[in-house]
Nanobody, 123 residues
Framework: VQLQASGGGLVQAGGSLRLSCAASGSIFSINVMGWYRQAPGKQRELVAAFTSAGTTNYADSVKGRFTISRDNAKNTVYLAMNSLKPEDTAVYYC??????????????????WGPGTLVTVSS
């Protein structure tokens, strides 16, 4: 199983970006999927995610500006980021809790991370 993210880049404050993260491989189920970010010198933090119940969680700092969505058929989650601020600058990581399968056996849920995509917001 792999997570592949795309969509990062450089944008001016007030601008928008859309991140995508696709899970691929022998996937039985995806129970949680979302985005974290890590700014220089700071700990990794949750940005937005779908919970196992199908609800969404957002960091207070992005509520009203970021929207998470997903395409279950494509095992893909998106993050639409609007009204970007310089403090949104960070490496954004896709995260998913996935049950995989091999040779007819379903494996326990595992926490997968994508390689990260850099978002830079200039003032």
């Amino acid at each position: 199983v792999q997570l592949q993210a795309s969509g990062g880049g450089l944008v001016q404050a007030g601008g928008s970006l859309r991140l995508s993260c696709a899970a691929s491989g022998s996937i039985f189920s995806i129970n949680v999927m979302g985005w974290y970010r890590q700014a220089p010198g700071k700990q990794r933090e949750l940005v937005a995610a779908f919970t196992s119940a199908g609800t969404t969680n957002y960091a207070d700092s992005v509520k009203g500006r970021f929207t998470i969505s997903r395409d279950n058929a494509k095992n893909t989650v998106y993050l639409a980021m609007n009204s970007l601020k310089p403090e949104d600058t960070a490496v954004y990581y896709c995260n998913a809790h996935i049950q995989s399968f091999t040779d007819g056996s379903i494996h326990p849920e595992y926490d997968y991370w994508g390689p990260g995509t850099l978002v830079t917001v200039s003032s």
